[in-house]
T-cell receptor, first 118, second 110 residues
Framework: DTGVSQNPRHKITKRGQNVTFRCDPI?????LYWYRQTLGQGPEFLTY????????KSRLLSDRFSAERPKGSFSTLEIQRTEQGDSAMYLC????????????????FGPGTRLTVL | GQQLNQSPQSMFIQEGEDVSMNCTSS?????WLWYKQDPGEGPVLLIA?????ELTSNGRLTAQFGITRKDSFLNISASIPSDVGIYFC??????????FGKGTRLSVIA
């Protein structure tokens, strides 16, 4: 079990550019979540998938943000036309399939991708 | 939306002291989770609580799920320098994403 991995760990981009982040969840976990964290705050929910289906999106997820999980394994989060306000840590988490003995609400986080928009 | 009030915001303690922090909510949660986050890293799960009144330990850490299901606390006994970091509580209202507190920043003075 290698845990949740995220790439890249750091991304610096210029305003107006598009960026894409990748998350690889724990292998047996079928739920995958994206959060955003700004300085001095706790993580804020953006969206989540169960397998390949995107089940919920936060109002924080503007139309410049899109997330995919095409094969129900890794996920990508793309931000188009980045703005300085998008600068944050983007966190991915995963949780196991809902069945006896496993709680779907126990989420395990990756190391995050730190985005800086200049 | 739902909010968690986490206190204190920060703590400065001497090595060896015990620490207590808590979270309260205006609504009921089915699950309480406590995470620790180091600078530049993602949150690491410390303790998960699933039943009202549940008391769970993980080494020097002890956490409890309040009987009203609207609060939880985390205690750290005999603090050591590596306990430094930001501790977050998170609640799951049901089959929905986690809601996080704003964190308690812990500093340990050797």
């Amino acid at each position: 079990d290698t845990g949740v991995s995220q790439n890249p760990r750091h991304k610096i981009t210029k305003r107006g550019q598009n960026v894409t982040f990748r998350c690889d969840p724990i292998s047996e976990h079928n739920r995958l979540y994206w959060y955003r964290q700004t300085l001095g705050q706790g993580p804020e929910f953006l969206t989540y998938f169960q397998n390949e289906a995107q089940l919920e999106k936060s109002r924080l997820l503007s139309d410049r943000f899109s997330a995919e999980r095409p094969k129900g394994s890794f996920s990508t989060l793309e931000i188009q036309r980045t703005e300085q306000g998008d600068s944050a840590m983007y966190l991915c988490a995963s949780s196991p399939f809902p069945k006896t003995g496993l709680r779907t609400d126990t989420q395990y986080f990756g190391p995050g991708t730190r985005l800086t928009v200049l | 939306g739902q909010q968690l009030n986490q206190s204190p915001q920060s703590m400065f303690i001497q090595e060896g002291e015990d620490v207590s922090m808590n979270c309260t909510s205006s609504s009921i949660f089915n699950t309480w989770l406590w995470y620790k986050q180091d600078p530049g890293e993602g949150p690491v799960l410390l303790i998960a609580l699933y039943k009202a009144g549940e008391l769970t330990s993980n080494g020097r850490l002890t956490a409890q799920f309040g009987i009203t299901r609207k609060d939880s606390f985390l205690n750290i006994s005999a603090s050591i320098p590596s306990d430094v970091g930001i501790y977050f509580c998170a609640g799951a209202p049901g089959n929905t994403p986690l809601v996080f507190g704003k964190g308690t920043r812990l500093s340990v003075i050797a």
